[in-house]
């Protein structure tokens, strides 16, 4: 298969021919129609285009959250499209941490609660789910939140808590859907700086869907979609890679 990374790395993420058609209104909604890509291992990628261009469909699709109509999808030596309910869901579990723009915290759970919650689901003693937890929230300057509830924190603080919780399981992906978009421009800033960190200091696979050219140009490299089709795949612009510092 042609390496549409525009490098010669060896692609970790591959999706070839993907398709993810449905009817609407007694019409047929491409959402992808016929799209190739490929990620290498570490690579921080940013999907844009407009509303209906099929970005989050192709997030979903090679995260395990939803099978394409057509085509293959690989990760490692994984291949998704022919996994069971329950295969994919352990897939998802063991190896990607999703970020939405909605927080998707539990509001009767504090910050160490929210964050250790896949440690219940993966039968992880609470002693050593609770210090795992208390560790990634202290990384991203929570330390002193871990008692507060969702309805406690500012927008930045519950982005950091869902953080947290994607990376419990230490997965090697990362995915965002508009991971900035319910956030204020400072607080937008610390999300991406954090993402660019795992990117680079700690070999993750990171993938975001934005409209905001400024968020996507933390990124490696931009893919443009338009009616369901890659029509850019391009360098994106580079910032100068900070270190972590997260303000409480």
């Given at each position: 298969?042609?390496?549409?990374?525009?490098?010669?790395?060896?692609?970790?993420?591959?999706?070839?021919?993907?398709?993810?058609?449905?009817?609407?209104?007694?019409?047929?909604?491409?959402?992808?129609?016929?799209?190739?890509?490929?990620?290498?291992?570490?690579?921080?990628?940013?999907?844009?285009?407009?509303?209906?261009?099929?970005?989050?469909?192709?997030?979903?699709?090679?995260?395990?959250?939803?099978?394409?109509?057509?085509?293959?999808?690989?990760?490692?030596?994984?291949?998704?499209?022919?996994?069971?309910?329950?295969?994919?869901?352990?897939?998802?579990r063991e190896s990607i941490g999703f970020i939405f723009q909605q927080f998707?915290?539990?509001?009767?759970?504090?910050?160490?609660?929210?964050?250790?919650?896949?440690g219940v689901f993966a039968g992880i003693p609470r002693e050593v789910r609770?210090?795992?937890?208390?560790?990634?929230?202290?990384?991203?300057?929570?330390?002193?939140?871990?008692?507060?509830?969702?309805?406690?924190?500012?927008?930045?603080?519950?982005?950091?808590?869902?953080?947290?919780?994607?990376?419990?399981?230490?997965?090697?992906?990362?995915?965002?859907?508009?991971?900035?978009?319910?956030?204020?421009?400072?607080?937008?800033?610390?999300?991406?700086?954090?993402?660019?960190?795992?990117?680079?200091?700690?070999?993750?696979?990171?993938?975001?869907?934005?409209?905001?050219?400024?968020?996507?140009?933390?990124?490696?490299?931009?893919?443009?979609?338009?009616?369901?089709?890659?029509?850019?795949?391009?360098?994106?612009?580079?910032?100068?890679?900070?270190?972590?510092?997260?303000?409480?």
């Open positions: 298969m042609p390496n549409h990374n525009g490098n010669h790395r060896t692609p970790y993420i591959s999706g070839y021919g993907l398709r993810k058609h449905f009817k609407l209104g007694g019409q047929v909604v491409r959402a992808l129609d016929g799209v190739d890509v490929e990620i290498p291992k570490g690579q921080f990628l940013a999907i844009m285009g407009p509303s209906g261009s099929g970005k989050s469909t192709l997030l979903y699709v090679m995260g395990g959250l939803d099978r394409p109509t057509g085509g293959e999808v690989s990760v490692g030596n994984k291949y998704l499209h022919s996994m069971n309910a329950d295969e994919l869901a352990r897939f998802r998707h915290l539990v509001p009767t759970l504090t910050a160490l609660e929210n964050v250790a919650l896949p609770e210090k795992r937890a208390r560790q990634l929230l202290n990384t991203l300057g929570m330390g002193e939140r871990l008692d507060h509830k969702p309805s406690q924190l500012s927008g930045g603080q519950q982005q950091r808590v869902a953080i947290a919780r994607a990376l419990f399981n230490n997965p090697p992906i990362i995915m965002g859907d508009e991971p900035t978009g319910a956030l204020d421009s400072k607080t937008g800033q610390t999300v991406m700086n954090l993402l660019r960190w795992l990117a680079t200091r700690q070999g993750k696979t990171v993938i975001i869907v934005t409209h905001d050219a400024g968020v996507a140009s933390y990124a490696d490299r931009l893919l443009h979609l338009k009616d369901g089709r890659i029509v850019d795949d391009i360098p994106a612009a580079q910032q100068e890679i900070e270190d972590l510092h997260v303000t409480r």
